[in-house]
């Protein structure tokens, strides 16, 4: 199948899982994550009609950006940084990003504020969370989520969208929505404690459903729309 065939068969996944949910579709964004994938893919997809596209390596997306921007300068084209944050990268990211999602610790949050150009809008910011325990190491733990928000909320540069997970991989859907529902619940903590938020970042190819379910803004989705990966290219 071609990759806007695939981009239209996402869109209406993302469609189904909402109507099924009782949301509006349009309150859902797709993030189509082209790592591995070569500049030409990402102008297909936009071609297509996507505009928002989430990265994990700096220079393989600094690269990329540089090539759509050459091959189409008018196109504007929205990029989400995703992948774990090395400190000596946040001024690289600072400076091409529109947003970061893979945010888990003050010292990367204030960089990213410190570093942020004054002729960009503020940096779109969400954290991440660890919802899996001992499974994964990256993310925030969930007992010290509060106080990074409220740090991470006054730095000037930057904007605190949201909250972001990637859990364990699972087929069992009542674990996915479980892994799901518990960012969501801390987001209303979040709230409760007077730091509002409109994004939850959660959702791959293989699990968008349940987190469409459990209330994902944004889905951040590769496979399904570009193939299988590579890493060997
Ligand atoms: C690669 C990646 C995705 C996309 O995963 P697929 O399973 O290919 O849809 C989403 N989020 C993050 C953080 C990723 O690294």
Redesign the pocket.
């Known amino acids: 199948m071609s990759l806007s065939e695939n981009l239209q068969l996402v869109q209406h996944r993302i469609a189904l899982s909402a109507e099924a949910a009782g949301r509006d579709p349009s309150s859902i964004t797709l993030l189509a ?1 082209s ?1 591995t994938f070569d500049a030409q893919s990402v102008l297909t997809a936009a071609q297509a009609g996507q505009r928002t596209f ?1 990265e ?1 390596y700096v220079q393989e997306a600094i690269d990329k950006i540089a090539a759509t921007l050459a091959i189409k300068p008018d196109l504007h084209l929205e990029w989400h940084f ?2 774990p944050i090395q400190s000596n990268k946040t001024r690289q990211i600072a400076e091409h990003f529109d947003w970061v999602h893979s945010v888990d610790r003050l010292k990367i949050a204030q960089r990213l504020s410190e570093q942020r150009p004054a002729s960009m809008p503020p940096l779109q910011i969400c954290l991440q969370v660890n919802v899996s325990g001992e499974a994964t190491k990256s993310g925030i733990e969930p007992e010290a989520l509060l106080e990074l928000a409220r740090e991470v909320s006054v730095l000037p540069n930057i904007c605190l969208r949201g909250l972001m997970a ?1 859990p364990e991989p699972t087929e069992d859907v009542q674990q996915q929505r479980a892994a799901f529902a518990s960012l969501r619940l801390m987001q209303g903590d979040l709230l409760a404690a007077g730091i509002q938020t409109d994004t939850l970042s959660m959702g ?3 699990d968008m459903d349940a987190a469409i379910a459990e209330g994902a803004t944004i889905v ?5 729309i570009f193939g299988v990966r590579d890493y060997a290219k």
């Open positions: 994550v790592k989430g994990n995703i992948g990637i791959m190819s293989s951040r989705i590769g496979t399904a």
